[in-house]
């Protein structure tokens, strides 16, 4: 499965994106942005690999962002997934940092979201932004998530979006 963009595709990860996903996965600067709390080893990241079958059976959806000429850029998750309600969290990291800002992550965003609601036919997706990361809070809102009630003492928002 591929989902391509004009600048973007989306790809399940292969063996040779380890080095990669460990990068970023390990960088303690990205565990504020996720529920990370220790690195995850290259055995872990192959046996989760080896043992992934489907959306639907793990719950989750791993892609990596790469350029058209190939490069990395990043990685966009689906996960935390309900049967019973058809929704699913996402979860996004463009990286390196100089990749940022170039509208990459608004393609890759877009284009997940189309492939949630068409092909895994979700009925809606969730975000968890911190309350200070002001650029991942317009993301979302410009792909057309919108703020849900939480709790006020969480140390993120929580936006929504609903298959149209």
């Known amino acids: 499965m591929r989902l391509i963009g004009q600048r973007v595709i989306l790809r399940p990860p292969g063996a040779a994106d380890d080095d990669f996903i460990l ?4 960088n303690r600067d990205h565990w504020a942005f996720s529920q ?3 690195a995850l080893s290259a055995s872990d990241l ?3 690999r080896n043992n992934t079958r489907d959306f639907f059976s793990d719950g989750q959806l791993r892609l990596l962002i790469t350029l058209h000429d190939n490069r990395r850029a990043g990685i966009v998750d689906l996960f935390a997934y309900l049967p019973e309600e058809r929704h699913a969290e996402v979860g996004m990291l463009v990286f390196p940092a100089e990749l940022r800002r170039l509208g990459l992550a608004s393609e890759s965003l877009n284009l997940l979201c189309q492939y949630a609601f068409s092909v895994l036919q979700l009925s809606a997706l969730q975000a968890r ?3 200070d990361n002001h650029a991942s809070r317009m993301l979302f809102i410009k792909s057309g998530f ?3 009630p939480t709790n006020d003492s969480q140390p993120f928002i929580q936006l929504q979006k609903l298959s149209s």
Do not use: D
């Open 23 to 26: 990068s970023c996965e390990n």
């Open 36 to 38: 990370r709390t220790e």
């Open 146 to 148: 919108e703020p849900a």
């Open 46 to 48: 192959r046996e989760f």
């Open 129 to 131: 932004v911190q309350h």
